[in-house]
């Protein structure tokens, strides 16, 4: 089906594991996005991509990774979670440009132990 | 930090008009407005954008400062469907097109 979907919508793990969080987009648009939300701080950005191969820095990246080896997807990976990445993850993709709309994913609920 | 400044709450009745504001002072001129809103316990979703002109579709209207340093969302008649958080953003047309911000928007609420 047509759309942006994340993977896995709920992850429950414990402190020191690695989390890949995926996030896969049919429509082939440029821009894909990562972003968390905590109860009082709203919507952060993590990284952000503008192509392949092409990613940078948000507001909030320390303790993530993330890759773009396809158009398609974008995966954000915990390397070694702790507590306070406790968060809804929200991944979203949009065409280049300042008109370019952001469609989100249904958000991925992740705790951590 | 956020390029765009939202009251942390507005309240509303339903079936009447509610006018959103947002402050952009340091927007540039290939800045667009963008406006999302997040119903609970879903992703945000796209209402309206703009330039310079006030912008009508079927969700909302966007009104637009002369010096667009401010705008506001009007959504011409609220329903309970409508309480959500609102969020304002600057999205430039150039280079830093994906840096965006969304702080933490504004929460309505609707009255019966």
């Given at each position: ?20 969080l ?7 648009h440029?821009?894909m ?18 192509a ?9 990246p ?27 993850y ?9 008109t ?7 958000g ?6 | 930090?956020?390029?765009t ?5 507005m ?11 947002c ?8 800045d ?9 316990s ?11 002109s ?15 340093k ?12 409508d ?21 933490k ?8």
């Open positions: 089906d047509a759309g942006i979907t994340q993977s896995p919508r709920y992850k429950i793990t414990e402190t020191g594991r690695q989390v890949t995926m996030c896969h987009q049919t429509w082939s440029s821009y996005f990562w972003y968390r939300q905590d109860l009082g701080h709203g919507l952060r950005l993590i990284y952000y991509s503008a392949a191969d092409i990613t940078d820095k948000g507001e909030v320390d303790g993530y990774v993330v890759s773009r080896s396809k158009t398609e997807n974008f995966p954000l990976t915990l390397e070694s979670a702790t507590r306070s990445q406790t968060s809804v929200f991944c979203a993709s949009s065409e280049a440009g300042g370019g709309e952001l469609f989100f994913g249904e991925s609920r992740l705790t951590v132990l | 930090d956020a390029k400044t939202q009251p942390n709450s309240e509303s009745n339903e079936e009447e008009p509610v006018h959103l504001p402050n952009h002072s340091t927007i540039s001129g290939t667009y407005i963008h406006w999302y809103r997040q119903l609970p879903q992703g945000p979703e796209y209402v309206i954008h703009g330039l310079t006030n912008v009508n579709n079927r969700m909302a209207s966007l009104a637009i400062a002369e010096d667009r401010s705008s506001t969302l009007i959504l011409h008649r609220a329903t309970l469907r309480a959500a958080v609102y969020y304002c953003i600057l999205r430039a047309y150039g280079g830093s097109q994906g840096n965006l911000i969304f702080g928007g504004t929460k309505l609420s609707v009255k019966p």
